[in-house]
């Protein structure tokens, strides 16, 4: 029962990619259902003919809970499983299922949730979205509470297998809303073994804050070229669009957010940072970009040192590896 658990969480890891889940431009929507082999998410065009949410949110399941025109795929919501009620407060949805829902096999449940996640996270004003049983939330096969489910909990990472993805809680450092401190957060983030550690550090910094008051140091459409660890150095080597700088925000906050959260990393000391593999420059006036730059916690609201907020990360990520292993 415990690997099965497992397997729920991993299969709905790989495939709950939610980046991009928002409206398209020319107001279609996508309708997400499970492929015909039950093995990963297919979907298909929407145009609904409401504005209203609530509505909308009805003809959606509705949709996921018919079978689909299509041969290749199957209804999102099983026949049995039925939807007992529909809740929208202050952003946040809530779905009640029947006690159907609970006798879905693994691979079943987490497709299905997925779905209807993915389908539903695209309605203006709903942000976060969580299952109930009969009046009970959805829980493992463990016990604990799955809760409230969005876009930041997840990372994407197409075509990997189910079976390759671990948990690992993140220290990440973004501006504060003036641009001239730094504000920590702590992130518990599930993502493919295939990716290394400060790859994913550099994805959830260019991700953003999940406090919309936090500013994001790392600007919107920067590419990562590579990112690599040798000897205690993080080579980090992003694309020109890492000029196009929030002049908002100071540059020692833009440079310490990303040297800050990778020397979290129990591998890393130091950070050196290009621009096209380039490291002749400076950033901006005065940061050389051949410098290795170590931590600086001085401009952290409520600083802590390196040692202590590692020894914090490592303590919680061991009990995180506990938890998979008796699982």
Same mark, same amino acid.
């Given at each position: ?8 969480? #991993? ?11 928002? %409206?398209?431009?020319? =107001? ?21 003919? #409401? ?8 003809? /959606? ?24 009620? &529909? ?9 009640? !299922?029947? %006690? ?11 497709? #299905? ?52 993805? @671990? ?6 450092? !973004? ?10 957060? @702590?992130? *518990? ?16 910094? /260019? ?21 690599? &660890? ?19 925000? %100071? ?16 591998? &890393? ?7 096209? =593999?380039? #490291?002749?420059? &400076? ?22 040192? *390196? ?21």
């Amino acid at each position: 029962m415990k690997k099965i658990s497992i397997l729920v969480a #991993t299969m709905l890891l790989v495939v709950l990619s939610l980046a991009g889940c928002k %409206k398209e431009e020319h =107001g279609e929507y996508k309708l997400y259902y499970v492929d015909i082999d039950v093995t990963k998410l297919v979907n298909m065009e929407y145009s609904p003919n #409401t504005t209203d949410k609530e509505t909308l949110i009805q003809k /959606m399941i509705t949709r996921l809970s018919e079978k689909p025109a299509s041969s290749d795929m199957r209804r999102a919501i099983p026949k049995d499983v039925k939807i007992k009620s &529909v809740s929208l407060k202050n952003d946040l949805l809530t779905i009640d !299922f029947n %006690k159907k829902y609970k006798e879905m096999n693994a691979t079943e449940e987490v497709l #299905t949730r997925a779905a209807v996640v993915r389908t539903l996270l695209q309605v203006d004003g709903v942000r976060k979205i969580c299952f109930t049983v009969e009046g009970d939330p959805l829980t493992n096969l463990d016990g604990d509470t799955i809760g409230y489910m969005n876009e930041d909990s997840f990372v994407e990472n197409p075509g990997e297998q189910i079976n390759s993805i @671990t948990t690992k809680q993140l220290t990440l450092y !973004f501006a504060n809303s003036s641009g001239d401190k730094l504000v920590k957060e @702590t992130r *518990k983030v599930h993502y493919s073994s295939n990716i290394s550690m400060e790859k994913l550090v550099i994805e959830q910094l /260019m991700k953003g804050s999940s406090d919309k008051s936090l500013l994001s140091t790392i600007p919107k459409g920067t590419q990562l070229i590579n990112v690599s &660890v040798d000897d205690g150095v993080c080579y980090v080597n992003l694309d020109d669009t890492f000029k196009n700088q929030n002049y908002e925000i %100071k540059e020692s906050v833009v440079i310490y957010s990303i040297v800050n959260s990778l020397t979290e990393l129990d591998e &890393v000391d130091k950070v050196q940072i290009s621009i096209n =593999g380039d #490291t002749s420059g &400076v950033y901006r006036y005065s940061f050389k970009l051949s410098k290795m730059y170590s931590p600086d916690y001085s401009m952290v609201k409520g600083p802590e040192s *390196k040692e202590k907020s590692k020894e914090k990360n490592k303590e919680k990520n061991k009990e995180i590896n506990k938890d998979s292993k008796q699982k």
